[in-house]
């Protein structure tokens, strides 16, 4: 079964083509530059680039695969959580191939996606695990039984992980994408020069997330510096880089102890900082959790996991529930 996958779920244009037997075949992402200047999304102008490129893409796809449409056997596209405007052309393009195509067509959770990436690799957990989801939307902890049953543990009740790296990052005067620009300027920081608070740690059987708190703190804590000096602007990344990787070692710690569970799977676009990666690994190899991170491509928002959960969500069985009178678009869900 030859499956396309589309997402459009924010800035990120995506278009993969996965088949069941094989694996992956393709997976094209084209990144939006044009929002730099503005230092942050733009929604409009997102929905405008997704609707320049994507057809671009699906042809760009099909042709290094050596297929074409009628080769399709259904498609899948992320229906939400994302930007209205972004998720609106990736859904309406897909609907309409799968009308032209009479195929079957899959809407895919975003956080799903995310979830199950780790998939699409050679190395991959066994049921249950804990997913550990970060993202720019998302900071979430998954106990993952088997596909499609999910409990939430633990959310972020404000900023997400990946919204507060980026705030953060403007507070300093980094220029966009302020994630990856305050991780790099965190590697020059003073190791322990200053410590900011771990938040939400004091109660152990609350597992949500809050950093918007911790942003507060950093943003009080510069109006006091003297941040023309570059190194204590380094110094103030790398502690805030180290509280934020702290928080999400303690909570995941303490949710796999609490259910007995040896198995962490570590996705989203923030599952790429490297700190962390490193930081997670010394830590949790003395416990004897396993620990799973995806590859730095399918880590960020990409078509090849929304392909690969639509292919787990069908058969050649189930064929008719896909068909477009079933399918309602809900692009608010929320895994």
Do not use: W
């Amino acid at each position: 079964m030859l499956i396309m996958g589309i997402e459009t779920s924010c800035d990120d244009t995506a278009i993969a083509i996965y088949d069941k037997n094989i694996g992956i075949l393709c997976n094209n992402i084209y990144t939006q530059k044009i929002h730099a200047k503005y230092g942050g999304i733009v929604p409009e102008l997102a929905a405008r680039k997704h609707l320049e490129k994507i057809i671009p893409l699906i042809k760009k796809s099909l042709l290094k695969i050596k297929k074409n449409l009628n080769d399709l056997d259904c498609i899948a596209y992320t229906e939400g959580p994302g930007q209205i405007n972004s998720l609106i052309i990736g859904a309406t393009v897909a609907h309409s191939l799968a009308f032209a195509l009479n195929i079957p067509i899959i809407p895919v959770n975003h956080m799903e996606g995310h979830l199950f990436s780790i998939m699409l690799q050679k190395n991959i957990p066994n049921f249950p695990f804990i997913g550990l989801l970060i993202s720019g939307g998302h900071t979430q902890l998954v106990y993952t039984y088997k596909f499609r049953k999910y409990k939430i543990l633990g959310y972020n009740i404000d900023d997400a992980v990946g919204e507060a790296f980026d705030k953060t990052s403007k507070l300093l005067g980094l220029e966009y994408p302020g994630g990856k620009n305050l991780s790099k300027l965190a590697k020059y920081g003073t190791p322990k020069r200053f410590v900011f608070p771990r938040p939400m740690i004091s109660k152990k059987n609350n597992f949500n997330f809050s950093f918007s708190g911790l942003k507060t703190f950093v943003k009080n804590f510069i109006i006091k510096k003297n941040l023309t000096d570059l190194q204590t602007k380094a110094d103030i990344a790398c502690a805030f880089e180290d509280a934020v990787i702290e928080t999400l070692y303690l909570k995941s710690l303490r949710v796999l102890k609490k259910y007995n569970i040896q198995q962490l799977v570590i996705s989203g676009g923030v599952s790429s900082n490297k700190k962390l990666r490193i930081f997670f690994y010394k830590n949790f190899k003395k416990k004897n959790i396993k620990l799973f991170f995806s590859k730095t491509k399918l880590c960020t928002d990409n078509a090849a996991m929304i392909a690969y959960v639509g292919s787990k969500k069908i058969s050649y069985k189930e064929k008719k529930k896909y068909r477009l009178s079933q399918i309602k678009i809900n692009s608010k869900l929320s895994l």
